[in-house]
């Protein structure tokens, strides 16, 4: 990888993580913890590809296993992120961009569910049935349902940064200029989130910049009364 797609992916999963760690993972929310670190590492592959991705997932995953309070084997995250982050880098177009939101909001929910399953399955071998006390498909839903209210605000926002980090010709082809907001708003690849209340719509010949609709988030609400231990970056 060039040097701007390590400085970036480095920058973006470090933020990542300490808004995982420091902010999501403290919320105390039913079943998982939104996992801000998957959808950084989703949104890295759709650009860079399998390969980067695959590095990237490692990487980040290596450092949610380092990260305190960890409360898993290290390695154990690194392994799930690598794999999910090859898969997903195999849905990058050639030569091309996603065109709609449909093929990234179905990348977010196959990843959800198989990191889910994947990191579930990998403690069960390691002797940690620690996904039974709360089940499995409850796991399933909550993460599903965290990682779909978190995409909108995250994976275009990472995807643009992407494109632009890299120069790649096909981010810049449609922004009709050097304008910054024009570019961030084209990258954003049209995505409309039913219920989400985010739209990003495509700049105007005016330089219209992108309309962001309002959004009452539940994501904050809902403290739950369960004792304030605080888990590792995914929980089970």
Request: charged share 15%.
């Amino acid at each position: 990888m060039r040097i701007n797609r390590i400085l970036l992916s480095t920058a973006l999963v470090a933020v990542a993580l300490v808004v995982q760690v420091g902010v999501l993972a403290r919320l105390h929310l039913p079943g998982a913890v939104p996992d801000l670190l998957l959808l950084v590492v989703l949104g890295l592959a759709m650009v860079y590809g399998h390969v980067a991705g695959a590095f990237i997932g490692f990487g980040a995953g290596l450092l949610a296993d380092l990260a305190p309070p960890s409360d898993h084997a290290i390695g154990r995250y690194a392994l799930v992120l690598c794999v999910i982050g090859y898969a997903a880098g195999l849905t990058k177009p050639d030569k091309s961009r996603h065109r709609s939101a449909s093929l990234p909001l179905t990348v977010v929910v196959c990843a959800a569910i198989g990191s889910t399953l994947l990191y579930a399955g990998v403690g069960s071998l390691a002797g940690d049935n620690a996904g039974n006390t709360v089940g499995i498909p409850l796991l399933l839903f909550t993460a599903t349902v965290y990682d779909l209210v978190l995409a909108p605000f995250s994976v275009p926002l990472v995807m643009a940064l992407a494109r632009r980090a890299d120069n790649d010709p096909v981010a810049g082809e449609s922004s009709g200029g050097t304008q910054s907001g024009p570019m961030l708003g084209e990258a954003a690849y049209g995505w409309l989130s039913t219920g989400s209340g985010l739209r990003m719509s495509r700049p105007g010949r005016g330089g219209r910049t992108p309309r962001i609709g309002s959004q009452r988030g539940g994501l904050l609400g809902g403290k739950s009364n369960k004792p304030a231990r605080i888990k590792g970056v995914k929980r089970l």
